[in-house]
């Protein structure tokens, strides 16, 4: 019917996370539809997810790209919004993502920047390497995105025109250092079966390099230093990740 307002979906992908989902959820509820994505959860994160999504699925995937494209899948607004469930979207950014499809053309893409913290502290610059972002693609036209099959930090395909929203998604990155450890860990082992998988081409003598050179990306062009010590930290495990995936690889056997 002529003169409808678009559809928006919004998807959100969760493995064990009762201690946030209800919260991101809740931000939601602006959108049409809610769809869930459960990968082997074991906690409360279904009780949630049946009391506030429109439609569950529950499965288990490997390949976090394969997992991202199977909720894209079971989308079927005109527009579908991504959000993790560390993340939140504001009141603003809600009433910004309605006006911004209200009239838009497609196929077609939006960055949104991000908020990022740290326990309770925001942590504005730095973010980079595969270490957070700054602003990524969350907001898009059916069809306008498709994931790789990488185990993390998937590529993407995206189609039409690039566009920019201007309010911030909140995003709790890590709780503590300890938790951004533990997540160092989480990401060389997922790269290091990546490179198991389909070979690779790295050697121990750029990944040496890129200690240097993703630490400076990170703690100097992206302006980490005015965030003291933080911005350090995370230019610290910006750098090592690679590095410790390579080393993984070459010295695990899973």
């Not at 939601?28 to 869930?36: G, P, S, T």
């Not at 979207?89 to 809600?94: D, F, G, Q």
């Not at 185990?151 to 920019?164: D, F, N, Q, S």
Request: with cysteine; proline share 4%.
């Amino acid at each position: 019917m002529t003169g409808m307002p678009p559809r928006l979906s919004a998807l959100v992908v969760a493995r064990n996370e009762e201690r946030q989902l209800e919260e991101c959820l809740t931000a939601l509820r602006f959108a049409d539809e809610i769809v869930v994505m459960l990968d082997r959860c074991t906690d409360g994160s279904k009780a949630i997810a049946d009391r506030l999504a429109r439609k569950v699925i529950e499965g288990a995937w490997e390949i976090e790209g394969a997992r991202r494209n199977t909720g894209l899948e079971a989308c079927t607004g005109d527009w579908i919004l991504e959000v993790d469930a560390d993340e939140r979207v504001p009141p603003a950014l809600a009433e910004e993502i309605r006006a911004a499809i209200a009239g838009a053309s497609a196929p077609a893409h939006y960055l949104i920047p991000f908020d990022n913290y740290i326990g309770k502290r925001l942590v504005r610059y730095g973010w980079g390497g595969s270490w957070g972002v700054a602003a990524t693609t969350r907001l898009f036209s059916r069809g306008a995105k498709r994931w790789g099959d990488q185990r993390i930090h998937p590529a993407v395909e995206l189609k039409g025109e690039e566009r920019w929203l201007k309010t911030p998604m909140i995003h709790y990155v890590d709780a503590s250092i300890s938790d951004m450890l533990r997540r160092l860990d989480r990401y060389s082992s997922a790269r290091a079966r990546d490179m198991r998988a389909n070979g690779t081409k790295e050697t121990f003598g750029r990944n040496f390099r890129r200690l240097f050179t993703r630490f400076f990306k990170c703690y100097v062009r992206r302006k980490g230093y005015k965030e003291g010590y933080w911005g350090f930290l995370v230019a610290l495990m910006a750098a090592l990740w690679p590095m410790i995936a390579w080393l993984k690889y070459k010295l695990e056997d899973e």
